[in-house]
């Protein structure tokens, strides 16, 4: 049986008004680099 990844957690800080453009960005880089 394999064991999981370890999963590590990442603080994001966002100015107000582009919350949706920085998860929009973090999704991205997500599925680009297989995550």
């Known amino acids: 049986m394999s064991e999981?990844?370890?999963?590590?957690?990442?603080?994001?800080?966002a100015f107000s008004g582009f919350e949706g453009r920085v998860a929009t960005s973090l999704r991205e880089h997500i599925k680009l680099h297989n995550m």
């Open 4 to 13: 999981a990844p370890k999963k590590r957690w990442y603080v994001v800080q």
